[in-house]
């Protein structure tokens, strides 16, 4: 049988202590005049100690709480570093490099004075960005000739 | 035959420019996502939650506070670095959506420069509406680039930080963090009650102990109404990103526009009364 504590039943303990403790506090106000000394010393001590036991719940409540965070947090660490490399991308000098190859063409149409080929040359500089994401590898090096997976050598595990 | 290529060619510059001005504009999901970070960032909530137990031990010192002064100081670095995954994606967030992600126009002036000493009988006039051409235009095309990207990662991000600003984080600071400041609230009361009822205080000394039950409920008030001001700020950071997620294949939609707007002035209320608590 699981005996462990959930978050929900962690808070539901916490809430009762502490309004345990008000009511004892709510009595002592109303009959502060009527009981003894003792009584009151007891009561007064059954005030702290229900509040200790509510903040003690709470933090465990705060723990349990904290595991159940733990799955998303990652996942969204996950897109956060997707994202760097994204600007890192955008940021990447081989990618400049290429928009100069396609300004050439682009001012070699404005050179020849041929709007066919300028609108050509801007279609193509569009595309560079779209597309080089998946042409540029690792170190932003630009793939020449890249092979299929087909005709990549089959992997070759374990230690010779 | 010369000037009718030249009005070809003016037309072409005219519908380059049009595809230009025609591109996403982000500056909504930019400002949005600023404000976020900067919203997400006033965490002191966390603080004042892990110092809950030393300051409970001031009116209560017989307790065995140690442990639960030990527990809170962990609880509350885990806390802190899940609060800044948050920031630290609305920070990337900010960077994709940004105009000066990239620059291309040191290239492209580099580039007009060398056509220019091509001797090619381009003239300067001429070169320089070419320079400016080339970079409206690849300004546009890195634009469309980052609006992908941004639409990427809204999908990606959407259902986990849904899930850490709807979920236990928004129940850690609504119930959790809320009872604490109740727990001490009662504490409070009792212990300034306790010494005025069993103290035999003098006259000066009732209204001391009266004065500093005041102050400290009052600081306890401050730090209740941060708890609630920074609710808001999970609960409008959760609303933004989602409608971000449902408009994520029109982000420049008016109606996205106008409701992330908003959203920035609500979360700049928050702000101010997070700085002022």
């Given amino acids: ?160 | 035959m010369a000037q009718r290529r030249r009005g070809l060619l003016a037309v072409t510059a005219s519908c380059i420019v049009m595809l230009v001005t025609s591109c996403i504009d982000l500056t909504a999901v930019r400002e949005w996502s600023k404000t976020s970070l900067e919203a997400t960032q006033y965490n002191e909530i966390v603080t004042t939650y892990a110092n809950t137990p030393e300051r409970l031990k001031r009116y209560d010192p017989s307790g065995s506070w140690d442990d639960q002064i030990a527990l809170r100081k962990n609880q509350a670095e885990a806390l802190r670095q899940i609060l800044s995954v948050v920031s630290d994606y609305m920070a990337a967030l900010a960077t994709l959506s940004a105009d000066s992600t990239v620059d291309y126009h040191k290239d492209v002036d580099a580039l007009t420069t060398a056509v220019g000493k091509l001797n090619a009988g381009i003239s300067k006039d001429t070169l320089g509406a070419v320079g400016s051409l080339v970079k409206a235009v690849l300004g546009a095309a890195a634009r469309a680039y980052q609006a992908k990207q941004v639409v990427s990662i809204v999908e990606q991000a959407n259902a986990p930080l849904q899930a850490i600003l709807r979920g236990e984080l928004r129940e850690i600071v609504a119930q959790d963090f809320r009872r604490d400041l109740m727990i001490e609230q009662t504490e409070i009361g009792g212990y300034y009650k306790n010494l005025l009822r069993t103290g035999n205080p003098s006259a000066a000394a009732r209204e001391a102990l009266v004065e500093w039950k005041e102050v400290r409920l009052e600081q306890n008030a401050k730090q209740l109404k941060a708890v609630d001001a920074y609710l808001e700020v999970l609960a409008k950071v959760a609303e933004g990103h989602q409608k971000l997620y449902d408009n994520r294949n029109k982000l420049d939609a008016k109606t996205l526009i106008k409701d992330l707007f908003s959203l920035v002035v609500e979360l700049r209320k928050q702000i101010k009364i997070l700085a002022e608590s």
Avoid: H, W
């Fill in chain 1, 1 to 160: 049988m699981n005996m462990a504590l959930t978050t929900e039943e962690a808070r539901t303990i916490a809430d009762a202590f502490l309004e345990a403790a008000k009511g004892v506090d709510e009595y002592l106000d109303a009959n502060f005049q009527q009981i003894s000394r003792a009584e009151y010393e007891f009561l007064n001590e059954s005030f702290k100690t229900l509040l200790r036991v509510a903040a003690f719940a709470t933090t465990v409540a705060v723990g349990l709480a904290i595991d159940a965070l733990e799955e998303p947090a990652t996942k969204l660490t996950n897109v956060i570093e997707q994202t760097k490399e994204k600007i890192k991308e955008l940021q990447a000098v081989g990618r400049v490099i290429r928009f100069v190859a396609g300004l050439a063409d682009l001012a070699a149409g404005i050179m020849a004075k041929n709007p066919n080929a300028i609108v050509a040359s801007v279609t193509n500089l569009g595309n560079l960005i779209e597309d080089s994401e998946s042409d540029i590898d690792g170190c932003d090096v630009s793939v020449e000739e890249a092979t299929s997976d087909e005709e990549l050598p089959a992997s070759q595990g374990g230690v010779v």
